[in-house]
């Protein structure tokens, strides 16, 4: 008896000094090797700068509870929140006052702004000339049949708003937080005259071949059309097709659903308060669908398909074969349509885009399933990968994941880029429509590769953090910043609530990478840099299985 009790007490002697060795000694020695001003937030330098760049990994950010309660996510975040609390003004003013929200930006030269002044101008130049051109022939053509044709005169401004925007676009974002442009654009967009309508390239391109035999319709289904302002400036309106009361039934398909107007708005709102800023700028709108675009289209093909319903409503379809019915049209008040303006990005021809498939593309059809759905180890393979296997290019796929659970946007198909930035270019968050759609139901798979990876940006999760605190909790920041919007309320209340629901739940889903993996590995520097080259798209991995018979994934949206 004497001698088991002896054995039972030696391996708990051993076990304890292991555990004593091999976790708790070196936790101590990293602690101790720290430096005791190690949060990149704990206030200004005397000339008015924010400490910190935001690039290092020091800091204890994930404590026991999840959230973090060391210095970095703790005393650091707590700092910088009492430093902005006494600036006044909105609780969102503050939030973009806090340091996470003024990290400093590597220096930016010739190569780190996407076009020029002067290449951007005399490309816009030719566009005028170019449009006016085709207005005398419409006009000629027009006094030759004896017709009457509305002018449409535009006037080219080199300080307009949208050219300010596309001149503002660098490798790190679409727009800088402290752009005055952005909110004048957005205001110009609400406001400006209408001189044509049309329908969007990627519509001309699906002229005539819409089969109904595709599971995934193509874009015409959505209705999207390309407005021409009088400053020459371009917006995308997509219409409102779904009351915001409405959720998408249980049992649709994540392909087969709406395109939400509301959407694209509240998607651009969210993208701002992320400070990702990867969004074109996005506003709501009331269109008279006679006078803004029946009346100012010249394009043959769209003028048929408007229509007078029985309640005596200007109503419109798309043109194409599987929607070309009344029912599939949307109509006015008896004018009135509301929707949303997304801003056009530069012409394809000046600053070329690439469109990549996403690696955590789903299946499209109705019973496939893709290979991360099926392999936990799904990651593994992807680190291996081009463009995946330096740079940030995986760790933008992550930010992008997380948005996209955020929203509940389960149709990320592709993801487009800059040519010019290469691999070390920011992706364009395009195509938030089908967001928002079920208030009630959390997607956890859209978090694939957050929780298969196990990585996440320092500045992201910092961010994400600080939008728990009740000073900048997330719903109240989205419900003050949609306030601003001539729509609103962009998204009901349970929308709203719904983002802080889920915000918790990445930040789970961070903690839980921490506590397999340790902080080191999970938490890493922002920045990082690549080597040069092209930006090429990646090569699929192969399939684990033979996928299923199914339609081909939709193209991407160009604009």
Not at 119 to 135: D, G, H, I, P, S
Not at 161 to 179: C, P, V
Not at 509 to 536: M, N, S, Y
Not at 539 to 549: F, G, I, R, T
Request: with cysteine.
């Amino acid at each position: 008896m004497r001698r088991d009790r002896f054995l039972v007490a030696s391996a708990l002697a051993f076990f304890l000094a292991a555990d004593i060795y091999f976790v708790l000694l070196p936790r101590l020695r990293q602690w101790y090797l720290l430096p005791r001003d190690r949060c990149a937030c704990l206030g200004r330098h005397a000339n008015g700068t924010w400490a910190g760049n935001g690039s290092t990994t020091g800091g204890h950010l994930m404590g026991p509870g999840g959230y973090g309660t060391g210095a970095a996510m703790g005393t650091g975040m707590e700092a910088g929140a009492e430093a902005v609390v006494g600036l006044g003004g909105s609780r969102l003013e503050r939030l973009f006052a806090h340091p996470l929200y003024n990290m400093r930006l590597p220096e930016m030269g010739g190569e780190e702004v996407l076009l020029q002044p002067g290449e951007l101008m005399e490309y816009y130049k030719r566009k005028v000339a170019r449009w006016e051109r085709q207005q005398k022939y419409y006009s000629d053509a027009a006094l030759v049949a004896n017709l009457s044709l509305p002018q449409q005169p535009v006037t080219f401004d080199p300080e307009a708003s949208w050219l300010k925007f596309h001149l503002g676009i660098n490798r790190y974002a679409l727009y800088t937080r402290d752009d005055p442009g952005i909110a004048r654009l957005m205001t110009d967009m609400q406001s400006n005259a209408i001189m044509s309508a049309d329908y969007t390239q990627d519509e001309k391109a699906l002229k005539g071949v819409c089969d109904c035999s595709q599971v995934v319709k193509p874009s015409g289904h959505h209705l999207k059309l390309a407005l021409k302002f009088q400053d020459f400036g371009k917006a995308m309106f997509k219409p409102m097709r779904q009351e915001r009361n409405d959720q998408t039934p249980e049992d649709f398909f994540y392909f087969v659903d709406f395109q939400r107007h509301n959407a694209e708005i509240a998607a651009f709102h969210l993208d701002r308060v992320l400070d990702f800023r990867r969004v074109p700028p996005v506003v709501g709108r009331l269109i008279n669908v006679s006078g803004e675009i029946l009346h100012v289209t010249r394009n043959e093909e769209l003028r048929s398909v408007f229509f007078t319903s029985p309640a005596n409503n200007t109503c419109f379809f798309a043109k194409c074969l599987y929607v070309c019915k009344t029912e599939y049209a949307v109509c006015g008040h008896p004018d009135l349509l509301e929707g949303s303006m997304s801003a056009y990005l530069p012409g394809l021809s000046i600053a070329p885009r690439i469109s990549i498939p996403n690696p955590w593309i789903r299946s499209y059809s109705f019973t496939g399933k893709e290979e991360w759905e099926v392999n936990p180890f799904y990651c593994d393979t992807i680190r291996k990968m081009y463009p995946y296997n330096s740079g940030n290019r995986l760790l933008n796929i992550i930010d992008m994941a997380i948005f996209d659970f955020l929203t509940g946007n389960m149709d990320r198909h592709h993801y487009e880029i800059f040519t010019k930035f290469g691999d070390a270019g920011f992706l364009l968050h395009f195509d938030n429509a089908r967001g928002f759609g079920r208030h009630s139901h959390d997607e956890l798979s859209i978090l694939a590769p957050l929780s298969q990876c196990c990585i996440i940006k320092r500045s992201t999760l910092l961010r994400l953090r600080l939008l728990t605190q009740p000073d900048f909790r997330l719903s109240e920041m989205m419900r003050e910043s949609l306030d601003g919007d001539l729509l609103r309320p962009v998204l009901t209340e349970p929308h709203l609530l719904a983002l802080d629901r889920r915000l918790e739940k990445v930040l789970r889903a961070v903690q839980r990478c921490v506590r397999k993996l340790g902080e080191g590995q999970v938490v890493v520097a922002d920045f990082v840099e690549v080597p040069e080259g092209p930006a090429t798209p990646p090569q699929p991995p192969p399939p684990s299985q033979p996928p299923p018979a199914a339609p081909p994934a939709p193209p991407s949206k160009s604009r």
